[in-house]
């Protein structure tokens, strides 16, 4: 991914993180509270199957779109 397009889809993921701050279920292995940023950036490296910086430009529309839904569904 070019660096601008990295830099965009980190703010993306960071919005989401602000977003979803709060709303992510509980969890015994996180007894603090989950990290919503962290949350997202591995839903994204679990559907592409590498990190965000890795993914192709061709994607970057399909990588928005699916922090879009993770939005709407933090499950």
């Known amino acids: 991914m070019s660096p601008e397009n990295a830099r965009k ?4 993921i960071q919005e989401a993180g602000d977003y ?3 709303q992510l279920p509980n ?5 603090k509270g989950r990290n919503p940023y962290a949350h997202v950036a591995i839903c994204v490296k679990n559907k592409f199957n590498a990190s ?5 430009d061709d ?3 399909e990588v928005l779109n699916f922090i879009e839904d993770i939005k709407k569904n933090p499950n």
């Open 20 to 22: 979803l701050d709060g």
């Open 59 to 61: 994607k970057f529309n």
């Open 52 to 56: 965000y910086k890795d993914i192709g």
């Open 9 to 12: 889809l980190w703010k993306m």
């Open 27 to 31: 969890h015994p292995n996180h007894p």
